[in-house]
């Protein structure tokens, strides 16, 4: 069992940037694809972005495309999102996950594709 731990949220504000960073325990984690999700207050929890086990593929929701960047260090069991251009929609606790369903390297963007969910990180823009 992968069991993981979200770092990096805080306060910025609009147009400013943040670097989230998710590490695994565990050797198993370079045979994960891996999502970032985020929940604001009152909605459902909502893919951001995933990344594939060898990096190869990459896939973002459409609000964030060209602002953030998912990636991934193997040997260090991390993967990053990194976020530029906040806004304040952007506002939410944001969780990662692993890809417990494989589909030959394609990044799923379902949220029951997903599990072992870290503890989450705060992530506030003010405007």
């Known amino acids: 069992q992968v069991q993981l731990v979200e770092s990096g949220g805080g306060l910025v504000q609009a147009g400013g940037s943040l670097r989230l960073s998710c590490t695994a325990s565990?050797?198993?984690?370079?045979?994960?694809?891996a999502g970032w999700f985020r929940q604001a207050p009152g909605k459902e929890r909502e893919f951001v972005a995933g990344?594939?086990?060898?990096?190869?593929?990459?896939f973002y929701r459409d609000d964030v495309k060209g602002r953030f960047s998912i990636s991934r260090d193997n040997a260090e069991n991390t993967v990053y999102l990194q976020m530029n251009s906040l806004k304040p929609e952007d506002t939410a606790v944001y969780y990662c996950?692993?890809?417990?369903?494989?589909?030959?390297?394609?990044?799923?963007?379902?949220?029951?594709?997903?599990?072992?969910w870290g503890q989450g990180t705060r992530v506030t823009v003010s405007s």
């Open positions: 990344i594939s086990r060898s990096s190869r593929n990459t």
């Open positions: 996950a692993v890809q417990l369903r494989d589909y030959s390297g394609v990044v799923s963007y379902d949220i029951d594709d997903y599990g072992s």
């Open positions: 565990g050797r198993t984690f370079s045979t994960y694809g």
